[in-house]
């Protein structure tokens, strides 16, 4: 082993191939017990309690349910590895021995995979808290589905003093034992927006003498698809999706007002700067033509995530060192999807990366009820981020060769 190092990679992959089968249990317990965002206080005891039997110094109750946990403290760089924890709303349709026991909740956005991975991670580096020249920190993140817990986190203090942050994410089209890296813009932006159509309400046998919500409402919604494909710039890629959809009163009364709730998802910083005088003017000029009104509202969620180039470099060295080159692919597109990492990249420089967990027979995609990725993805992620970090306190990952 090297001067500069203090784990060889056959070291390493030993240790996390030990630590896999507690690793799957740990992560089949997280899927059978989801939490919704902001109420993850039983995934945030599980998490608490592991890092504590580990050395950790450990915080509770950092931004809501976030778990913040400490090792070392020596006289060099502060380095944080950030996972998530929250489930969503969905009903699990996976048969799996261990799906989840809450009736319409579901990890299916791999944040059990994310908590498992962090966890995996603090076992590797537990032994190594006295020899590392710096600190590290990991951050346990609660409620980001609804994109706010990366901003609790933040005002909590958990970033003070870090120099660089690093983050994953499950990708069902990538297969297990493979990472995706980007440099640079990573995700897309993310906005709320709301869309009041307010028309006059009548009998439902005589249109003619009323102005229908839903009817406009419709218009409203397909419009907005036309619009984007012909008045926006096609090298500009924005996503307008319409998830909720409420209105009316009675099957046979015309209904007045419609509410449409939905997301805008936008990759260009000037393209996303025009957005909300162009989708008020469309759907203002629709609604206009029929007599009725509306009210628009876009609220911005999250900024895109921005993987600063360095880290990048960092992570993508460490990654190819531990998988080799042919399972490290480089993301020639950033994700329509959007990520509240970014809020934490806007006060210390990080970087995100893509983490494959497609199994022989592909995967569903996140947020289907039938996601289930492949396990062996867990194993993959702590090599890859253990390596990171060492990389980054200038310890990297030694071959062990002569």
Not at 157 to 164: I, N, P, S, T, V
């Amino acid at each position: 082993m090297g001067m500069a190092s203090l784990l060889a990679l056959t070291e390493l992959r030993q240790q996390v191939q030990d630590l896999q089968p507690d690793l799957v249990k740990i992560r089949r317990h997280l899927h059978a017990h989801p939490e919704l965002s902001g109420q993850e206080q039983r995934t945030a005891a599980f998490v608490a309690g592991s890092l504590y039997q580990l050395g950790f110094d450990v915080r509770e109750g950092i931004g809501g349910a976030g778990v913040v946990a400490e090792l070392g403290g020596g006289a060099g760089p502060s380095i944080g590895l950030r996972v998530d924890m929250d489930a969503l709303p969905i009903e699990e349709r996976t048969g799996l021995p261990f799906a989840s026991r809450q009736q319409g909740l579901m990890h299916a956005c791999g944040h059990d995979i994310h908590t498992t991975v962090g966890i995996g991670v603090a076992h590797v580096m537990a032994p190594l808290a006295r020899r590392l020249p710096g600190t590290l920190r990991l951050l346990f993140q609660p409620a980001e589905e609804i994109a706010q817990g990366a901003s609790w986190m933040v005002k909590a203090g958990a970033l003070e003093g870090l120099d660089a942050l690093f983050g994953i994410h499950v990708h069902p089209p990538l297969a297990a034992g493979k990472v995706g890296v980007r440099s640079g813009v990573f995700t897309a932006t993310a906005d709320e927006l709301i869309v009041e159509i307010l028309g006059e309400s009548g009998h439902g046998a005589r249109p003619h003498e009323a102005l229908d919500a839903i009817w406009i409402a419709s218009q409203v919604v397909t419009g907005l698809q036309e619009a984007v494909s012909r008045r926006m710039n096609p090298l500009h890629p924005v996503v307008i999706s319409f998830g909720q959809v409420q209105g009316g009163c009675a099957f046979n009364v015309i209904a007045d007002r419609v509410l449409l709730k939905g997301t805008v998802r936008c990759l260009h910083p000037d393209t996303h700067q025009q957005l909300p005088g162009w989708i008020e003017g469309v759907i203002g000029g629709i609604v206009g033509i029929h007599g009725a009104r509306s009210h628009v509202s876009l609220r911005a969620i999250t900024p895109s995530v921005f993987n600063d180039p360095g880290q990048t470099r960092c992570l993508e060295k460490a990654a190819r060192t531990v998988l080799g080159d042919d399972n490290v692919e480089y993301l020639d597109q950033p994700s329509l999807g959007a990520e509240d990492f970014a809020e934490m990249l806007k006060h210390v420089p990080g970087c995100m990366f893509r983490l494959g967990v497609a199994g022989p027979e592909g995967c569903y995609p996140l947020h289907h009820g039938c996601f289930n990725p492949d396990e062996r993805a867990i194993a993959t992620g702590v090599e890859v981020l253990t390596a990171t970090l060492l990389q980054r306190f200038d310890l990297p990952v030694d071959h062990g060769l002569p």
